[in-house]
């Protein structure tokens, strides 16, 4: 088991730049591919982006590709979600999601979860 923790979430502006960091804690944090999710009011939880075990591969959602980078530094067992140019339309709680294999980019194969930080953009 992996516990996960969301930092970083904020009100900010149209264009404005957040950093949302996962702290992990538990099992071997480099053993786990990560993803980063995101729900919006009255919608389903969506992927945003994923990456690797080792960080090599990466996958981002059409919707913030370009915007949004994600990373990982496995010597913090830390993961985070760069973004950029935000939009109202990327206000939403944000996850961040451990999985104990490949880097997937559905909600179903994730294995543990945070409690998530509210993101808030304004026009």
């Known amino acids: 088991q992996v516990q996960l923790v969301e930092s970083g979430g904020g009100l900010v502006q149209a264009g404005d730049s957040l950093r949302l960091s996962c702290a992990a804690s538990?099992?071997?944090?480099?053993?786990?591919?990560m993803g980063w999710f995101r729900q919006a009011p009255g919608k389903e939880r969506e992927f945003v982006a994923a990456?690797?075990?080792?960080?090599?591969?990466?996958a981002y959602a059409d919707s913030v590709k370009g915007r949004f980078t994600i990373s990982r530094d496995n010597a913090k067992n830390t993961v985070y979600l760069q973004m950029n140019s935000l939009k109202p339309e990327d206000t939403a709680i944000y996850y961040c999601?451990?999985?104990?294999?490949?880097?997937?980019?559905?909600?179903?194969?994730?294995?543990?979860w945070g409690q998530g930080t509210q993101v808030t953009v304004s026009a």
């Open positions: 538990g099992r071997t944090f480099s053993s786990y591919a």
């Open positions: 990456i690797s075990w080792r960080g090599g591969r990466t």
């Open positions: 999601a451990a999985s104990d294999s490949y880097y997937y980019t559905e909600v179903r194969y994730y294995d543990y």
